[in-house]
């Protein structure tokens, strides 16, 4: 007897993570409907195509819809099996503050009520950024409390909220797991996000920040994301960390990667005063400048992970950062 497919529903489909998730479903048999926008924003998804040669598109439903509008795409979810919710507004951006606010809090809330309604399980992708980060402090893992400091981001306290959603829903009877990945690599064409990392240094910029942070690879976080699902392990926070290194280490692999001269000047001291300086004046203007002063603050920072939760899951191996850092560079 023929073995049914399992349907999956994903938001953030045109998105880094969500694009990767999608095809990385593909492959393991699943059918799936996908939320965007727009069907006309799917380039960027397209280019992945060669990297999942076992995936079936032709298994994917494209709906369009607003994270703010359930009516757009409430009634999709009664025939799906499982939720990954990957839709998320990143920025660094003062201006963008009241967008995060919007898709990554409020719109959580809406998939969140909607799998109460439904009795669907859900599993969404949040951020170490949700965990907060304060001043000395080095070791953050599953358990640590949340702190409110300067150092948090606009997109932290969104996530942060969002989070605070889902746990919201737990109680309320929801199944639910989350993951909580580092600072993302993986191929992706668009400079956004952690996608500036490789353009940066293939544009041959000098500076580096000085802090350190926990970095993962893409497919480490979709395949997270579906073992959490496929072992029923709701009700619990993971961290997808691979490797806790430096910015600059990170940096120059993928110089020595693109064949390119990696940064060597530090910012720190008067010199990230003066672009922190320059980076507000420059957002309070609306003048484009390659740093937001937000991302400056979190750079600097020396931030390691440690996941206690990782043995709950049996299915689940990290690959290595190296390799993350490889695929990215063949892709470009």
């Not at 507004?89 to 439904?118: E, P, R, W, Y």
């Not at 907060?132 to 640590?144: K, M, P």
């Not at 993951?179 to 580096?208: D, E, H, M």
């Not at 709950?312 to 490889?326: A, C, G, V």
Request: glycine residues 8%.
């Amino acid at each position: 007897m023929k073995t049914l497919k399992k349907n999956a529903f994903v938001t953030g489909a045109s998105g880094f993570v969500g694009a990767h998730l999608i095809y990385s479903l593909l492959e393991k048999g699943y059918r799936v409907t996908a939320l965007v926008r727009s069907k006309n924003n799917l380039a960027s998804f397209n280019t992945l195509t060669k990297l999942y040669p076992e995936a079936v598109t032709t298994d994917i439903t494209w709906i369009e819809g607003d994270l703010l509008s359930p009516e757009d795409w409430l009634g999709f979810l009664a025939s799906t099996d499982v939720v990954f919710h990957a839709a998320a507004v990143v920025s660094f951006l003062a201006k963008d503050k009241q967008q995060m606010m919007n898709t990554n809090v409020q719109g959580t809330a809406h998939i969140v009520d909607a799998c109460l309604q439904l009795g669907k399980p859900l599993v969404y992708v949040s951020s170490v950024a949700a965990l907060g980060r304060a001043e000395g402090q080095v070791a953050v893992n599953e358990t640590t409390t949340w702190k409110d400091t300067d150092h948090n981001t606009a997109y932290a306290i969104s996530k942060h909220l969002a989070e605070r959603e889902v746990w919201r829903g737990v109680e309320e009877g929801l199944s639910a797991a989350v993951v909580c990945p580092g600072i993302i690599l993986g191929p992706w064409p668009k400079n956004t996000g952690s996608g500036q990392i490789p353009a940066l240094v293939r544009k041959k910029l000098p500076f580096y920040p000085v802090g350190e942070n926990g970095f993962t690879g893409v497919r480490d976080v979709v395949g997270m994301m579906i073992a959490m699902y496929e072992e029923s392990c709701y009700g619990h926070k993971i961290l997808c960390v691979t490797e806790n290194v430096s910015y600059r280490e990170v940096l120059n692999r993928f110089a020595s990667g693109f064949d390119t001269t990696p940064p060597k000047i530090a910012l720190n001291g008067w010199l990230l005063s003066v672009f922190y300086t320059i980076s507000r004046l420059s957002e309070y203007m609306g003048i484009p400048f390659p740093f937001p002063s937000q991302g400056l603050k979190s750079t600097s920072l020396k931030t390691r992970y440690f996941s206690v939760n990782l043995p709950l899951l049996k299915t689940f191996k990290h690959r290595s950062l190296s390799h993350s850092i490889e695929e990215t560079i063949a892709f470009f």
